[in-house]
């Protein structure tokens, strides 16, 4: 299977809300509730932020949202931080393989 | 504290092998899938291999696939990958990882991508 596909970049201000979109197809994100989202600060391990769609992990910060149309997932951060700056991974069940998104670089500005 | 540490990596010649480790601390590691995921240079995260709970499922990405072997020993509470065949595109950081939501259908159990605990990685070099 190919990679989800992710926009490489986005960006906004402090207290605005930004959405990551993830891209696959009907064979993973469109079939199954299974799409995870990971942070990753640079030189530091991901950090699982929304699993199952539009769960989050005990200790993860609500201003971090998931949510799922057809074939396309998003990762929606309202209230912008400072702290929120980082490398953002889609991921998603894919049968007999799980596959990532070429990630994302969220730009606090 | 829930914890993973890697161990085992380090510099070795096309062709070589490596055997990673992942020591499991803080929960019950018997009763999670668990995954290897790497990460080349300046690039993003990929998938390598999965292992369920009991070692009954294991599933490996194309690009590992015949060359790299996951296992674990539950009574050591640890996770094990051996490299083979390695290549240069085999460079990056190895990250293991604990499944909280394997999918499971049709009697067999699939990684669900839901990682919620991560090691610190250990860097696998692939001279040429």
């Known amino acids: 299977q190919s990679a989800l596909t992710q926009p490489a970049s986005v960006s906004g201000s402090p207290g605005q809300s930004i959405t990551i979109s993830c891209t696959g197809t009907?064979?993973?994100?469109?079939?199954?509730?299974?799409v995870s989202w990971f942070q990753q600060h640079p030189g530091k391990a991901p950090k699982l932020m929304i699993y199952?769609?539009?769960k989050r992990p005990s200790g993860v910060s609500d201003r971090f949202s998931g949510s799922k149309s057809g074939n396309t997932a998003s990762l929606t951060i309202s209230g912008l931080q400072a702290e929120d700056e980082a490398d953002y991974y889609c991921?998603?069940?894919?049968?007999?393989?799980?596959?990532f998104g070429g990630g994302t670089k969220l730009t606090v500005l | 504290e829930v914890q993973l540490v890697e161990s085992g990596g380090g510099l070795v010649k096309a062709g070589g092998s490596l055997r990673l480790s992942c020591a499991a601390s803080?929960?019950?590691?018997?009763?999670?899938?668990m995954n290897w995921v790497r990460q080349a240079p300046g690039k993003g995260l990929e998938w390598v291999s999965s292992?369920?709970?009991?070692?009954?499922?294991?599933y490996y990405a194309d690009s590992v696939k015949g060359r790299f072997t996951i296992s674990r020993d539950n009574a050591k509470n640890s996770l094990y990958l051996q490299m083979n065949s390695l290549r240069a595109e085999d460079t990056a950081v190895y990250y293991c990882?604990?499944?909280?939501?394997?999918?499971?259908?049709?009697?067999?159990?699939?990684?669900?991508?839901?990682?919620?605990?991560w090691g610190q990685g250990t860097m696998v070099t692939v001279s040429s």
């Open positions: 199952e769609v539009n």
């Open positions: 990882a604990r499944d909280i939501s394997p999918y499971c259908s049709g009697g067999s159990c699939y990684s669900g991508g839901s990682f919620d605990i």
């Open positions: 009907s064979s993973d994100v469109g079939s199954y509730n299974l």
């Open positions: 803080g929960f019950t590691f018997s009763s999670y899938s």
């Open positions: 991921c998603s069940y894919a049968g007999t393989n799980t596959i």
């Open positions: 292992i369920s709970s009991g070692t009954s499922y294991i």
